[in-house]
């Protein structure tokens, strides 16, 4: 009944991020055990961030996760919380990633293990995930987020007591969030309520509710109210609960079934009068006006002597409570005196409907607050005017911050709304008058003109070169940077919330379409294969919507790795600049210090010095490493780029972000430098200080898992299991090489033979020799393993040699849904191959699985090889097949041209695969082609008209690119259809299997499009 909080389902952070994190957010981590400063300010913008989420702001949201991923992307913290976002994304690859470094750093970690859980749960690994939580627990029995998936298992296994124990202990934890004290007090309540004790689950939900409101926990608390005798709280809950159905449009689609459960509950309620309500401690205005004018138009219109009298008692109570109301409203500080005098005209007007000195008192105490709120309001004019000519702005009295707050509350002044009567008015006219000494620099009015135009090249030029020359005359590093990079505009008039008038709703659709764009682009395969066209176009695609921040730093880099320096320099000073002047002309913008406004300004500096070749130590903005760097990357000088690893760089200077991208960035340049410091440090044999210094240099780059450096970590006393579990771990790292190490084969093959597993030991050495005669062989150590492997197989016939490696690969066929994604055992199976296409030239069948072990280890190039050579040898291949196959071998590896070919050669062979299909469409998402994106997934319907993905894929693109919210909608109603048919067809309580057929996201998104579509045809009628 409470689930509301659970599912999950990929989603690009759009407008449409509230609607999934509402079903996402509980199931997730979000908190951490912190335990340092860095932890807990992770902590409070995780909270900044589900708080957005929220509030309906996902591009707040977004912008605070990449603030704080560009910051602290290395932290384990941090990289729990980019599991959790990728993970919400529907986006495993990403999530796995970023978890797995995260326990790299903390293996203990209680989010990452609590990620990692649900990520397990999620794909099918339910054992592994249970060990994983009780493993964690173990380590952190108070973490919120480990605790919580107990409960929920100890649910699932029917353990109520014990799930209620769990529940309760992190409902009642006060440092845990809102939302998982909302979820867990949510889940207390329904235990309470299974087990008939009807107060104690009213109590319960009552408090999630505190913390977090939900319609389900609402109407749960309603009822079990009503059941406990609770009368007047009840009608409260409803009054309250009705409110909200009225004032939140995600609510409609709810609102009429949620009245109909209500009306019994009502009918059933015992009247409290009004006399009731004027009493209670804490009086309610609102409840009270509105019960009092359901009852008074009860009572209109009847003559009888009996309605009269309770008529004109009625109006007499009104007044009582109008009087109530205007003493406590005028007695609040932080209310307008417009809305004090509004209420003292209410009281007023009243009183005329009231006869005696009940009347005569009423009128005269608001005539007396009337009067006294005209005074106030004229003391509080002078104050904040002061306050102005010091050196306020407008925004300051609308968005103050902590110590701002403070001296408005010792002058007794409001924060300013969009509207505050004779003080706002007093202000804006003050304002108006100072908009015209604004000193603008030349660079702000090209960035308006950029916006506009982003695929104007010569506005670009004008635009970076005109930053560049406001930069460097600057000093952004002090407290007032933000302001030197562009001075704050003087704003004369408070607008709302989300809307400017330098931000139009133009700007705010391209803007939104952009982020879309971007969200949905894949990067990093492209940037691994080194595709610097398709990059750029994919870049330019989202560009030419709005020049999206994010995009123009990407597009700067590619063309810094590309060797375009003047395009890399004027893509970084766009970026700059468009994001400075969307932080100063969006007023709600304005209180927060975008932090790439002033430190985007080093890098700017840093570029035009590497497209000018200088560079200086002694700047404020030091630029000589960069321009090294740039240099020692330019010539592949790989083996000098060491001393810059370990370089104190300025923070967010380009410089670190080099260092950044080869740490923790795509497969750029990491195995090429980790090769050359390795040769330089063979090279310095007689040098141990030299030595040293390359280990330390190397460590940077996580060396331990390259076979050169990973090696250093085998020491002598270790025993044989310890040096196994190294040379192991250093083979099962196929970025780095070691699969292809032949000195660690030789090394484990070694052990294995002195441990007189000869078996192994001769699997080991063919590994070490690539399985590949001594006559075929170059390198030296490669031979060595092929002799010792001849050695211990002895004196054989061909053919007899030859049938024993069959019976290898069969045995490796049976056992590979032990070890399939197990990187040695994989390698030791394609060497085994190799081994028999060495015996035995040309054999297909051979060739045929070797292909898809390639393609688990990575190794896509090979894989095509091995599918290509079959495709031309082998008339009986099935063509389709094989085409399909190197479609999807040129998609890992990033050639997403050739996989388009070759997914569209398989398709037009006949082959009619939904996977086929889907991958397609993903492809020509990605680069931009939503018509042909769209053709695709009606495909896969066409063949499998309930594929859950195609319907939420198709939505997608209907929705967001092509912006048929009608298409989109139905397609959405065909999935939500879809799930309940199949979860009711469900045979055994399948957790995870009932988890992945929920609706809560879909219903979200339905009432969403319903929402736009009828604010579109509003626009239309009206002429909008």
Same mark, same amino acid.
């Given at each position: 009944?409470?689930?509301?909080?659970?599912?999950?389902?990929?989603?690009?952070?759009?407008?449409?991020l509230?609607?999934c994190?509402?079903?996402?957010?509980?199931?997730?981590p979000?908190?951490?055990?912190?335990?340092?400063?860095?932890d807990?300010?992770?902590?409070?913008?995780?909270?900044?961030?589900?708080?957005?989420v929220m509030d309906?702001?996902?591009?707040?949201?977004?912008?605070?996760?990449?603030?704080?991923l560009?910051?602290?992307?290395?932290?384990?913290?941090?990289?729990?919380?980019q599991?959790?976002?990728a993970?919400?994304?529907?986006n495993g690859?990403?999530?796995?990633? =970023?978890?797995?470094?995260?326990l790299? @750093?903390?293996?203990?970690?209680?989010?990452?293990? $609590? %990620?990692? &859980?649900s990520? #397990? /749960?999620?794909?099918?690994?339910?054992?592994?995930?249970?060990?994983?939580?009780e493993?964690a627990?173990?380590?952190?029995?108070d973490?919120?987020?480990?605790?919580?998936?107990?409960?929920e298992?100890?649910?699932?296994?029917?353990?109520?007591p014990?799930?209620?124990?769990?529940w309760q202990?992190i409902?009642?934890?006060?440092?845990?969030?809102?939302?998982?004290?909302?979820?867990?007090?949510s889940?207390?309540?329904?235990l309470?309520?299974?087990a008939?004790?009807?107060?104690?689950?009213?109590?319960?939900?009552?408090?999630?509710?505190?913390?977090?409101?939900?319609?389900?926990? =609402?109407m749960?608390?309603?009822?079990? @109210?009503?059941?406990s005798?609770?009368?007047?709280? $009840? %009608?409260? &809950?409803?009054? #309250? /609960?009705?409110k909200?159905?009225?004032?939140?449009?995600?609510?409609?689609?709810?609102?009429?079934?949620?009245l109909?459960?209500?009306?019994?509950?009502?009918?059933?309620?015992?009247?409290?009068?009004?006399?009731?309500?004027l009493?209670?401690?804490?009086?309610n205005a609102?409840?009270?006006?509105?019960?009092a004018?359901?009852?008074?138009?009860?009572?209109?219109?009847?003559?009888?002597?009996?309605?009269?009298?309770?008529?004109?008692?009625?109006?007499a109570?009104?007044?009582?409570?109008?009087?109530?109301?205007?003493?406590?409203?005028f007695?609040?500080?932080?209310v307008s005196s417009?809305?004090?005098?509004?209420?003292?005209?209410?009281?007023?007007e009243q009183?005329?409907?009231?006869?005696?000195?009940?009347a005569?008192?009423?009128?005269?105490?608001?005539?007396?607050?009337i009067?006294?709120?005209?005074?106030k309001?004229?003391?509080?004019?002078?104050?904040?005017?002061?306050l102005?000519?010091?050196?306020?702005s407008?925004?300051?009295f609308?968005?103050?911050?902590?110590d701002?707050?403070?001296?408005?509350?010792?002058?007794?002044?409001?924060?300013?709304?969009a509207?505050y009567?004779?003080?706002?008015?007093?202000?804006e006219?003050?304002?108006?008058?100072?908009?015209?000494?604004?000193?603008?620099?030349?660079?702000?009015?090209?960035?308006?003109?950029?916006?506009?135009?982003?695929?104007?090249?010569?506005?670009?030029?004008k635009?970076?070169?005109?930053?560049?020359?406001?930069?460097?005359?600057?000093d952004?590093?002090?407290?007032?940077?933000y302001?030197?990079?562009?001075?704050p505009?003087v704003w004369?008039?408070?607008?709302g919330?989300?809307t400017?008038?330098?931000?139009?709703?133009?700007?705010?659709?391209?803007?939104?379409?952009?982020?879309?764009?971007?969200?949905?682009?894949?990067?990093?395969?492209?940037?691994?294969?080194?595709?610097?066209?398709?990059?750029?176009?994919?870049?330019d695609?989202i560009?030419?919507?709005?020049?999206?921040?994010?995009?123009?730093?990407?597009r700067a880099?590619?063309?810094y790795?590309?060797?375009?320096?003047?395009?890399?320099?004027?893509?970084?000073?766009?970026?700059?600049?468009?994001?400075?002047?969307?932080?100063?002309?969006?007023?709600?913008?304005t209180?927060?210090?975008?932090?790439?406004?002033?430190?985007?300004v080093?890098?700017?500096?840093?570029?035009?010095?590497?497209l000018?070749?200088?560079?200086?130590?002694?700047?404020?903005?030091?630029?000589?490493?960069?321009?090294?760097?740039?240099?020692?990357?330019?010539?592949?000088?790989w083996?000098?780029?060491?001393?810059?690893?370990?370089?104190e760089?300025?923070?967010?200077?380009?410089?670190?972000?080099?260092?950044?991208?080869?740490?923790f960035?795509?497969?750029?340049?990491r195995?090429?430098?980790?090769?050359?410091?390795?040769?330089?440090?063979n090279?310095?044999?007689?040098?141990?200080?030299k030595?040293?210094?390359?280990?330390?240099?190397?460590?940077?780059?996580?060396?331990?898992g390259?076979?050169?450096?990973?090696?250093l970590?085998?020491?002598?006393?270790?025993?044989?299991?310890?040096?196994?579990?190294?040379?192991?771990?250093?083979?099962?790292?196929?970025?780095?090489?070691?699969?292809?190490?032949?000195?660690?084969?030789?090394?484990?093959a070694?052990i294995?033979?002195?441990?007189?597993?000869?078996?192994?030991?001769?699997?080991?050495?063919?590994?070490?020799?690539?399985?590949?005669?001594v006559?075929?062989?170059?390198i030296?150590?490669?031979?060595?393993?092929?002799q010792?492997r001849?050695?211990?197989?002895g004196?054989?016939?061909?053919?007899?040699?030859?049938?024993?490696?069959?019976?290898?690969?069969?045995?490796?066929?049976?056992?590979?849904?032990?070890?399939?994604?197990?990187?040695?055992?994989l390698?030791r199976?394609?060497?085994?191959?190799?081994?028999?296409?060495a015996?035995?030239?040309?054999?297909?069948?051979?060739?045929?699985?070797?292909?898809?072990?390639?393609?688990?280890?990575?190794?896509?190039?090979?894989a095509?090889?091995?599918?290509?050579?079959?495709?031309?040898?082998?008339?009986?291949?099935?063509?389709d097949?094989?085409?399909?196959?190197?479609?999807?071998?040129?998609?890992?590896?990033?050639?997403?041209?050739?996989?388009?070919?070759?997914?569209?050669?398989?398709?037009g062979?006949?082959?009619?695969?939904?996977?086929?299909?889907i991958?397609?469409?993903?492809?020509?998402?990605?680069?931009?082609?939503a018509?042909?994106?769209?053709?695709?997934?009606?495909?896969v319907?066409?063949?499998?008209?309930?594929?859950?993905?195609?319907?939420e894929?198709?939505?997608?693109?209907?929705?967001w690119?092509?912006?048929?919210?009608?298409?989109?909608?139905?397609?959405?109603?065909?999935?939500?259809?879809v799930?309940?048919?199949?979860?009711?067809?469900?045979k055994t309580?399948?957790?995870?299997?009932?988890?992945?057929?929920?609706t809560?996201?879909?219903?979200?998104?339905?009432?969403?499009l319903?929402?736009?579509?009828?604010?579109?045809?509003?626009?239309?009628?009206?002429?909008?």
């Amino acid at each position: 009944m409470f689930d509301h909080l659970t599912g999950t389902r990929r989603s690009s952070f759009g407008l449409r991020l509230l609607f999934c994190l509402l079903a996402t957010l509980a199931v997730l981590p979000t908190s951490i055990v912190y335990a340092d400063a860095t932890d807990d300010l992770i902590k409070k913008q995780m909270s900044a961030f589900d708080e957005k989420v929220m509030d309906g702001n996902p591009q707040a949201a977004m912008a605070i996760f990449q603030k704080m991923l560009d910051k602290y992307r290395n932290h384990a913290s941090m990289l729990a919380w980019q599991g959790r976002v990728a993970l919400m994304q529907r986006n495993g690859p990403a999530a796995m990633e =970023a978890l797995n470094r995260a326990l790299q @750093l903390k293996p203990d970690h209680p989010v990452a293990n $609590a %990620v990692m &859980a649900s990520l #397990e /749960f999620q794909t099918g690994k339910q054992q592994q995930a249970i060990q994983r939580i009780e493993k964690a627990l173990a380590k952190n029995p108070d973490s919120p987020d480990l605790l919580q998936l107990s409960a929920e298992l100890k649910m699932q296994q029917m353990q109520s007591p014990e799930a209620l124990k769990i529940w309760q202990k992190i409902a009642d934890n006060k440092d845990n969030t809102d939302m998982q004290r909302a979820n867990a007090y949510s889940k207390v309540g329904e235990l309470e309520m299974q087990a008939g004790q009807h107060a104690a689950a009213a109590t319960a939900l009552g408090k999630a509710l505190e913390h977090r409101w939900h319609p389900n926990v =609402a109407m749960a608390h309603i009822q079990m @109210l009503h059941k406990s005798g609770a009368g007047q709280e $009840a %009608v409260t &809950a409803i009054a #309250e /609960f009705k409110k909200k159905l009225n004032d939140d449009p995600r609510l409609a689609q709810v609102k009429a079934q949620a009245l109909k459960q209500l009306s019994p509950i009502e009918s059933d309620l015992v009247f409290y009068t009004l006399e009731t309500d004027l009493k209670a401690d804490k009086f309610n205005a609102y409840l009270f006006d509105h019960k009092a004018k359901r009852i008074r138009k009860s009572l209109e219109g009847k003559t009888d002597k009996a309605s009269k009298e309770k008529l004109t008692k009625v109006d007499a109570l009104i007044l009582d409570g109008l009087m109530r109301d205007l003493k406590e409203t005028f007695g609040r500080e932080s209310v307008s005196s417009s809305w004090v005098k509004k209420k003292a005209g209410q009281v007023k007007e009243q009183a005329a409907k009231v006869s005696g000195d009940k009347a005569t008192n009423a009128i005269d105490f608001a005539n007396q607050v009337i009067a006294d709120v005209e005074s106030k309001d004229n003391a509080q004019i002078e104050s904040a005017l002061a306050l102005a000519k010091s050196g306020w702005s407008l925004q300051d009295f609308a968005y103050p911050d902590d110590d701002q707050k403070k001296v408005l509350e010792d002058k007794g002044l409001p924060i300013l709304k969009a509207s505050y009567g004779p003080l706002g008015e007093a202000l804006e006219q003050y304002y108006a008058a100072k908009q015209s000494q604004r000193q603008a620099p030349a660079y702000e009015e090209l960035a308006r003109q950029f916006i506009d135009n982003p695929t104007d090249a010569a506005i670009q030029t004008k635009l970076a070169n005109a930053f560049y020359e406001h930069a460097r005359k600057i000093d952004a590093t002090g407290d007032d940077g933000y302001d030197k990079v562009l001075p704050p505009l003087v704003w004369a008039k408070i607008p709302g919330k989300t809307t400017s008038p330098n931000w139009d709703k133009t700007i705010q659709e391209r803007y939104d379409n952009a982020f879309t764009l971007w969200n949905n682009y894949k990067v990093n395969d492209r940037l691994e294969a080194r595709r610097w066209d398709d990059l750029l176009a994919g870049y330019d695609r989202i560009i030419e919507v709005y020049p999206l921040h994010g995009a123009l730093i990407g597009r700067a880099k590619v063309h810094y790795y590309a060797g375009n320096d003047k395009q890399a320099f004027e893509d970084m000073a766009a970026s700059v600049a468009v994001k400075a002047w969307e932080y100063r002309h969006t007023f709600y913008r304005t209180t927060y210090r975008n932090a790439w406004v002033v430190n985007g300004v080093q890098s700017v500096l840093e570029l035009h010095d590497v497209l000018a070749g200088t560079g200086s130590s002694t700047q404020p903005y030091p630029t000589l490493p960069t321009v090294e760097m740039t240099r020692i990357i330019r010539d592949k000088k790989w083996g000098d780029i060491g001393p810059y690893l370990v370089m104190e760089h300025k923070k967010d200077s380009f410089a670190k972000d080099l260092i950044d991208d080869m740490k923790f960035g795509p497969k750029l340049n990491r195995v090429e430098i980790l090769n050359a410091l390795a040769r330089e440090w063979n090279e310095a044999s007689e040098d141990q200080a030299k030595r040293d210094q390359i280990v330390e240099q190397a460590k940077v780059l996580k060396s331990h898992g390259h076979p050169s450096f990973g090696i250093l970590e085998i020491k002598k006393e270790m025993s044989d299991e310890e040096k196994i579990k190294i040379l192991e771990g250093i083979v099962r790292n196929t970025e780095l090489g070691g699969a292809y190490e032949p000195l660690i084969h030789f090394l484990l093959a070694s052990i294995y033979e002195k441990q007189g597993d000869i078996e192994k030991a001769k699997l080991q050495y063919n590994a070490g020799a690539e399985g590949w005669n001594v006559d075929q062989l170059k390198i030296k150590m490669q031979i060595v393993c092929a002799q010792k492997r001849d050695q211990l197989e002895g004196e054989v016939e061909s053919k007899e040699l030859f049938d024993r490696y069959v019976a290898y690969q069969e045995d490796f066929k049976k056992r590979s849904t032990e070890f399939k994604n197990d990187t040695l055992e994989l390698y030791r199976w394609e060497c085994v191959l190799n081994r028999l296409l060495a015996l035995k030239a040309n054999t297909t069948w051979a060739l045929h699985k070797r292909h898809n072990i390639r393609t688990k280890l990575t190794f896509y190039k090979g894989a095509i090889a091995d599918l290509k050579y079959v495709q031309e040898k082998d008339d009986k291949a099935k063509k389709d097949v094989i085409a399909a196959l190197l479609g999807f071998n040129y998609m890992k590896m990033g050639d997403y041209e050739n996989a388009i070919a070759e997914y569209s050669k398989a398709i037009g062979l006949g082959y009619n695969k939904t996977w086929a299909f889907i991958d397609r469409g993903e492809l020509y998402r990605s680069a931009g082609k939503a018509k042909e994106a769209v053709e695709d997934f009606t495909k896969v319907l066409e063949i499998d008209p309930d594929n859950d993905k195609a319907l939420e894929e198709r939505a997608d693109l209907y929705e967001w690119y092509l912006k048929d919210n009608k298409a989109a909608l139905a397609d959405l109603q065909k999935q939500r259809s879809v799930r309940i048919s199949k979860r009711a067809k469900l045979k055994t309580k399948d957790p995870l299997a009932e988890y992945m057929l929920d609706t809560n996201v879909i219903d979200f998104r339905i009432a969403n499009l319903k929402a736009k579509i009828a604010r579109g045809n509003l626009d239309k009628m009206f002429g909008n």
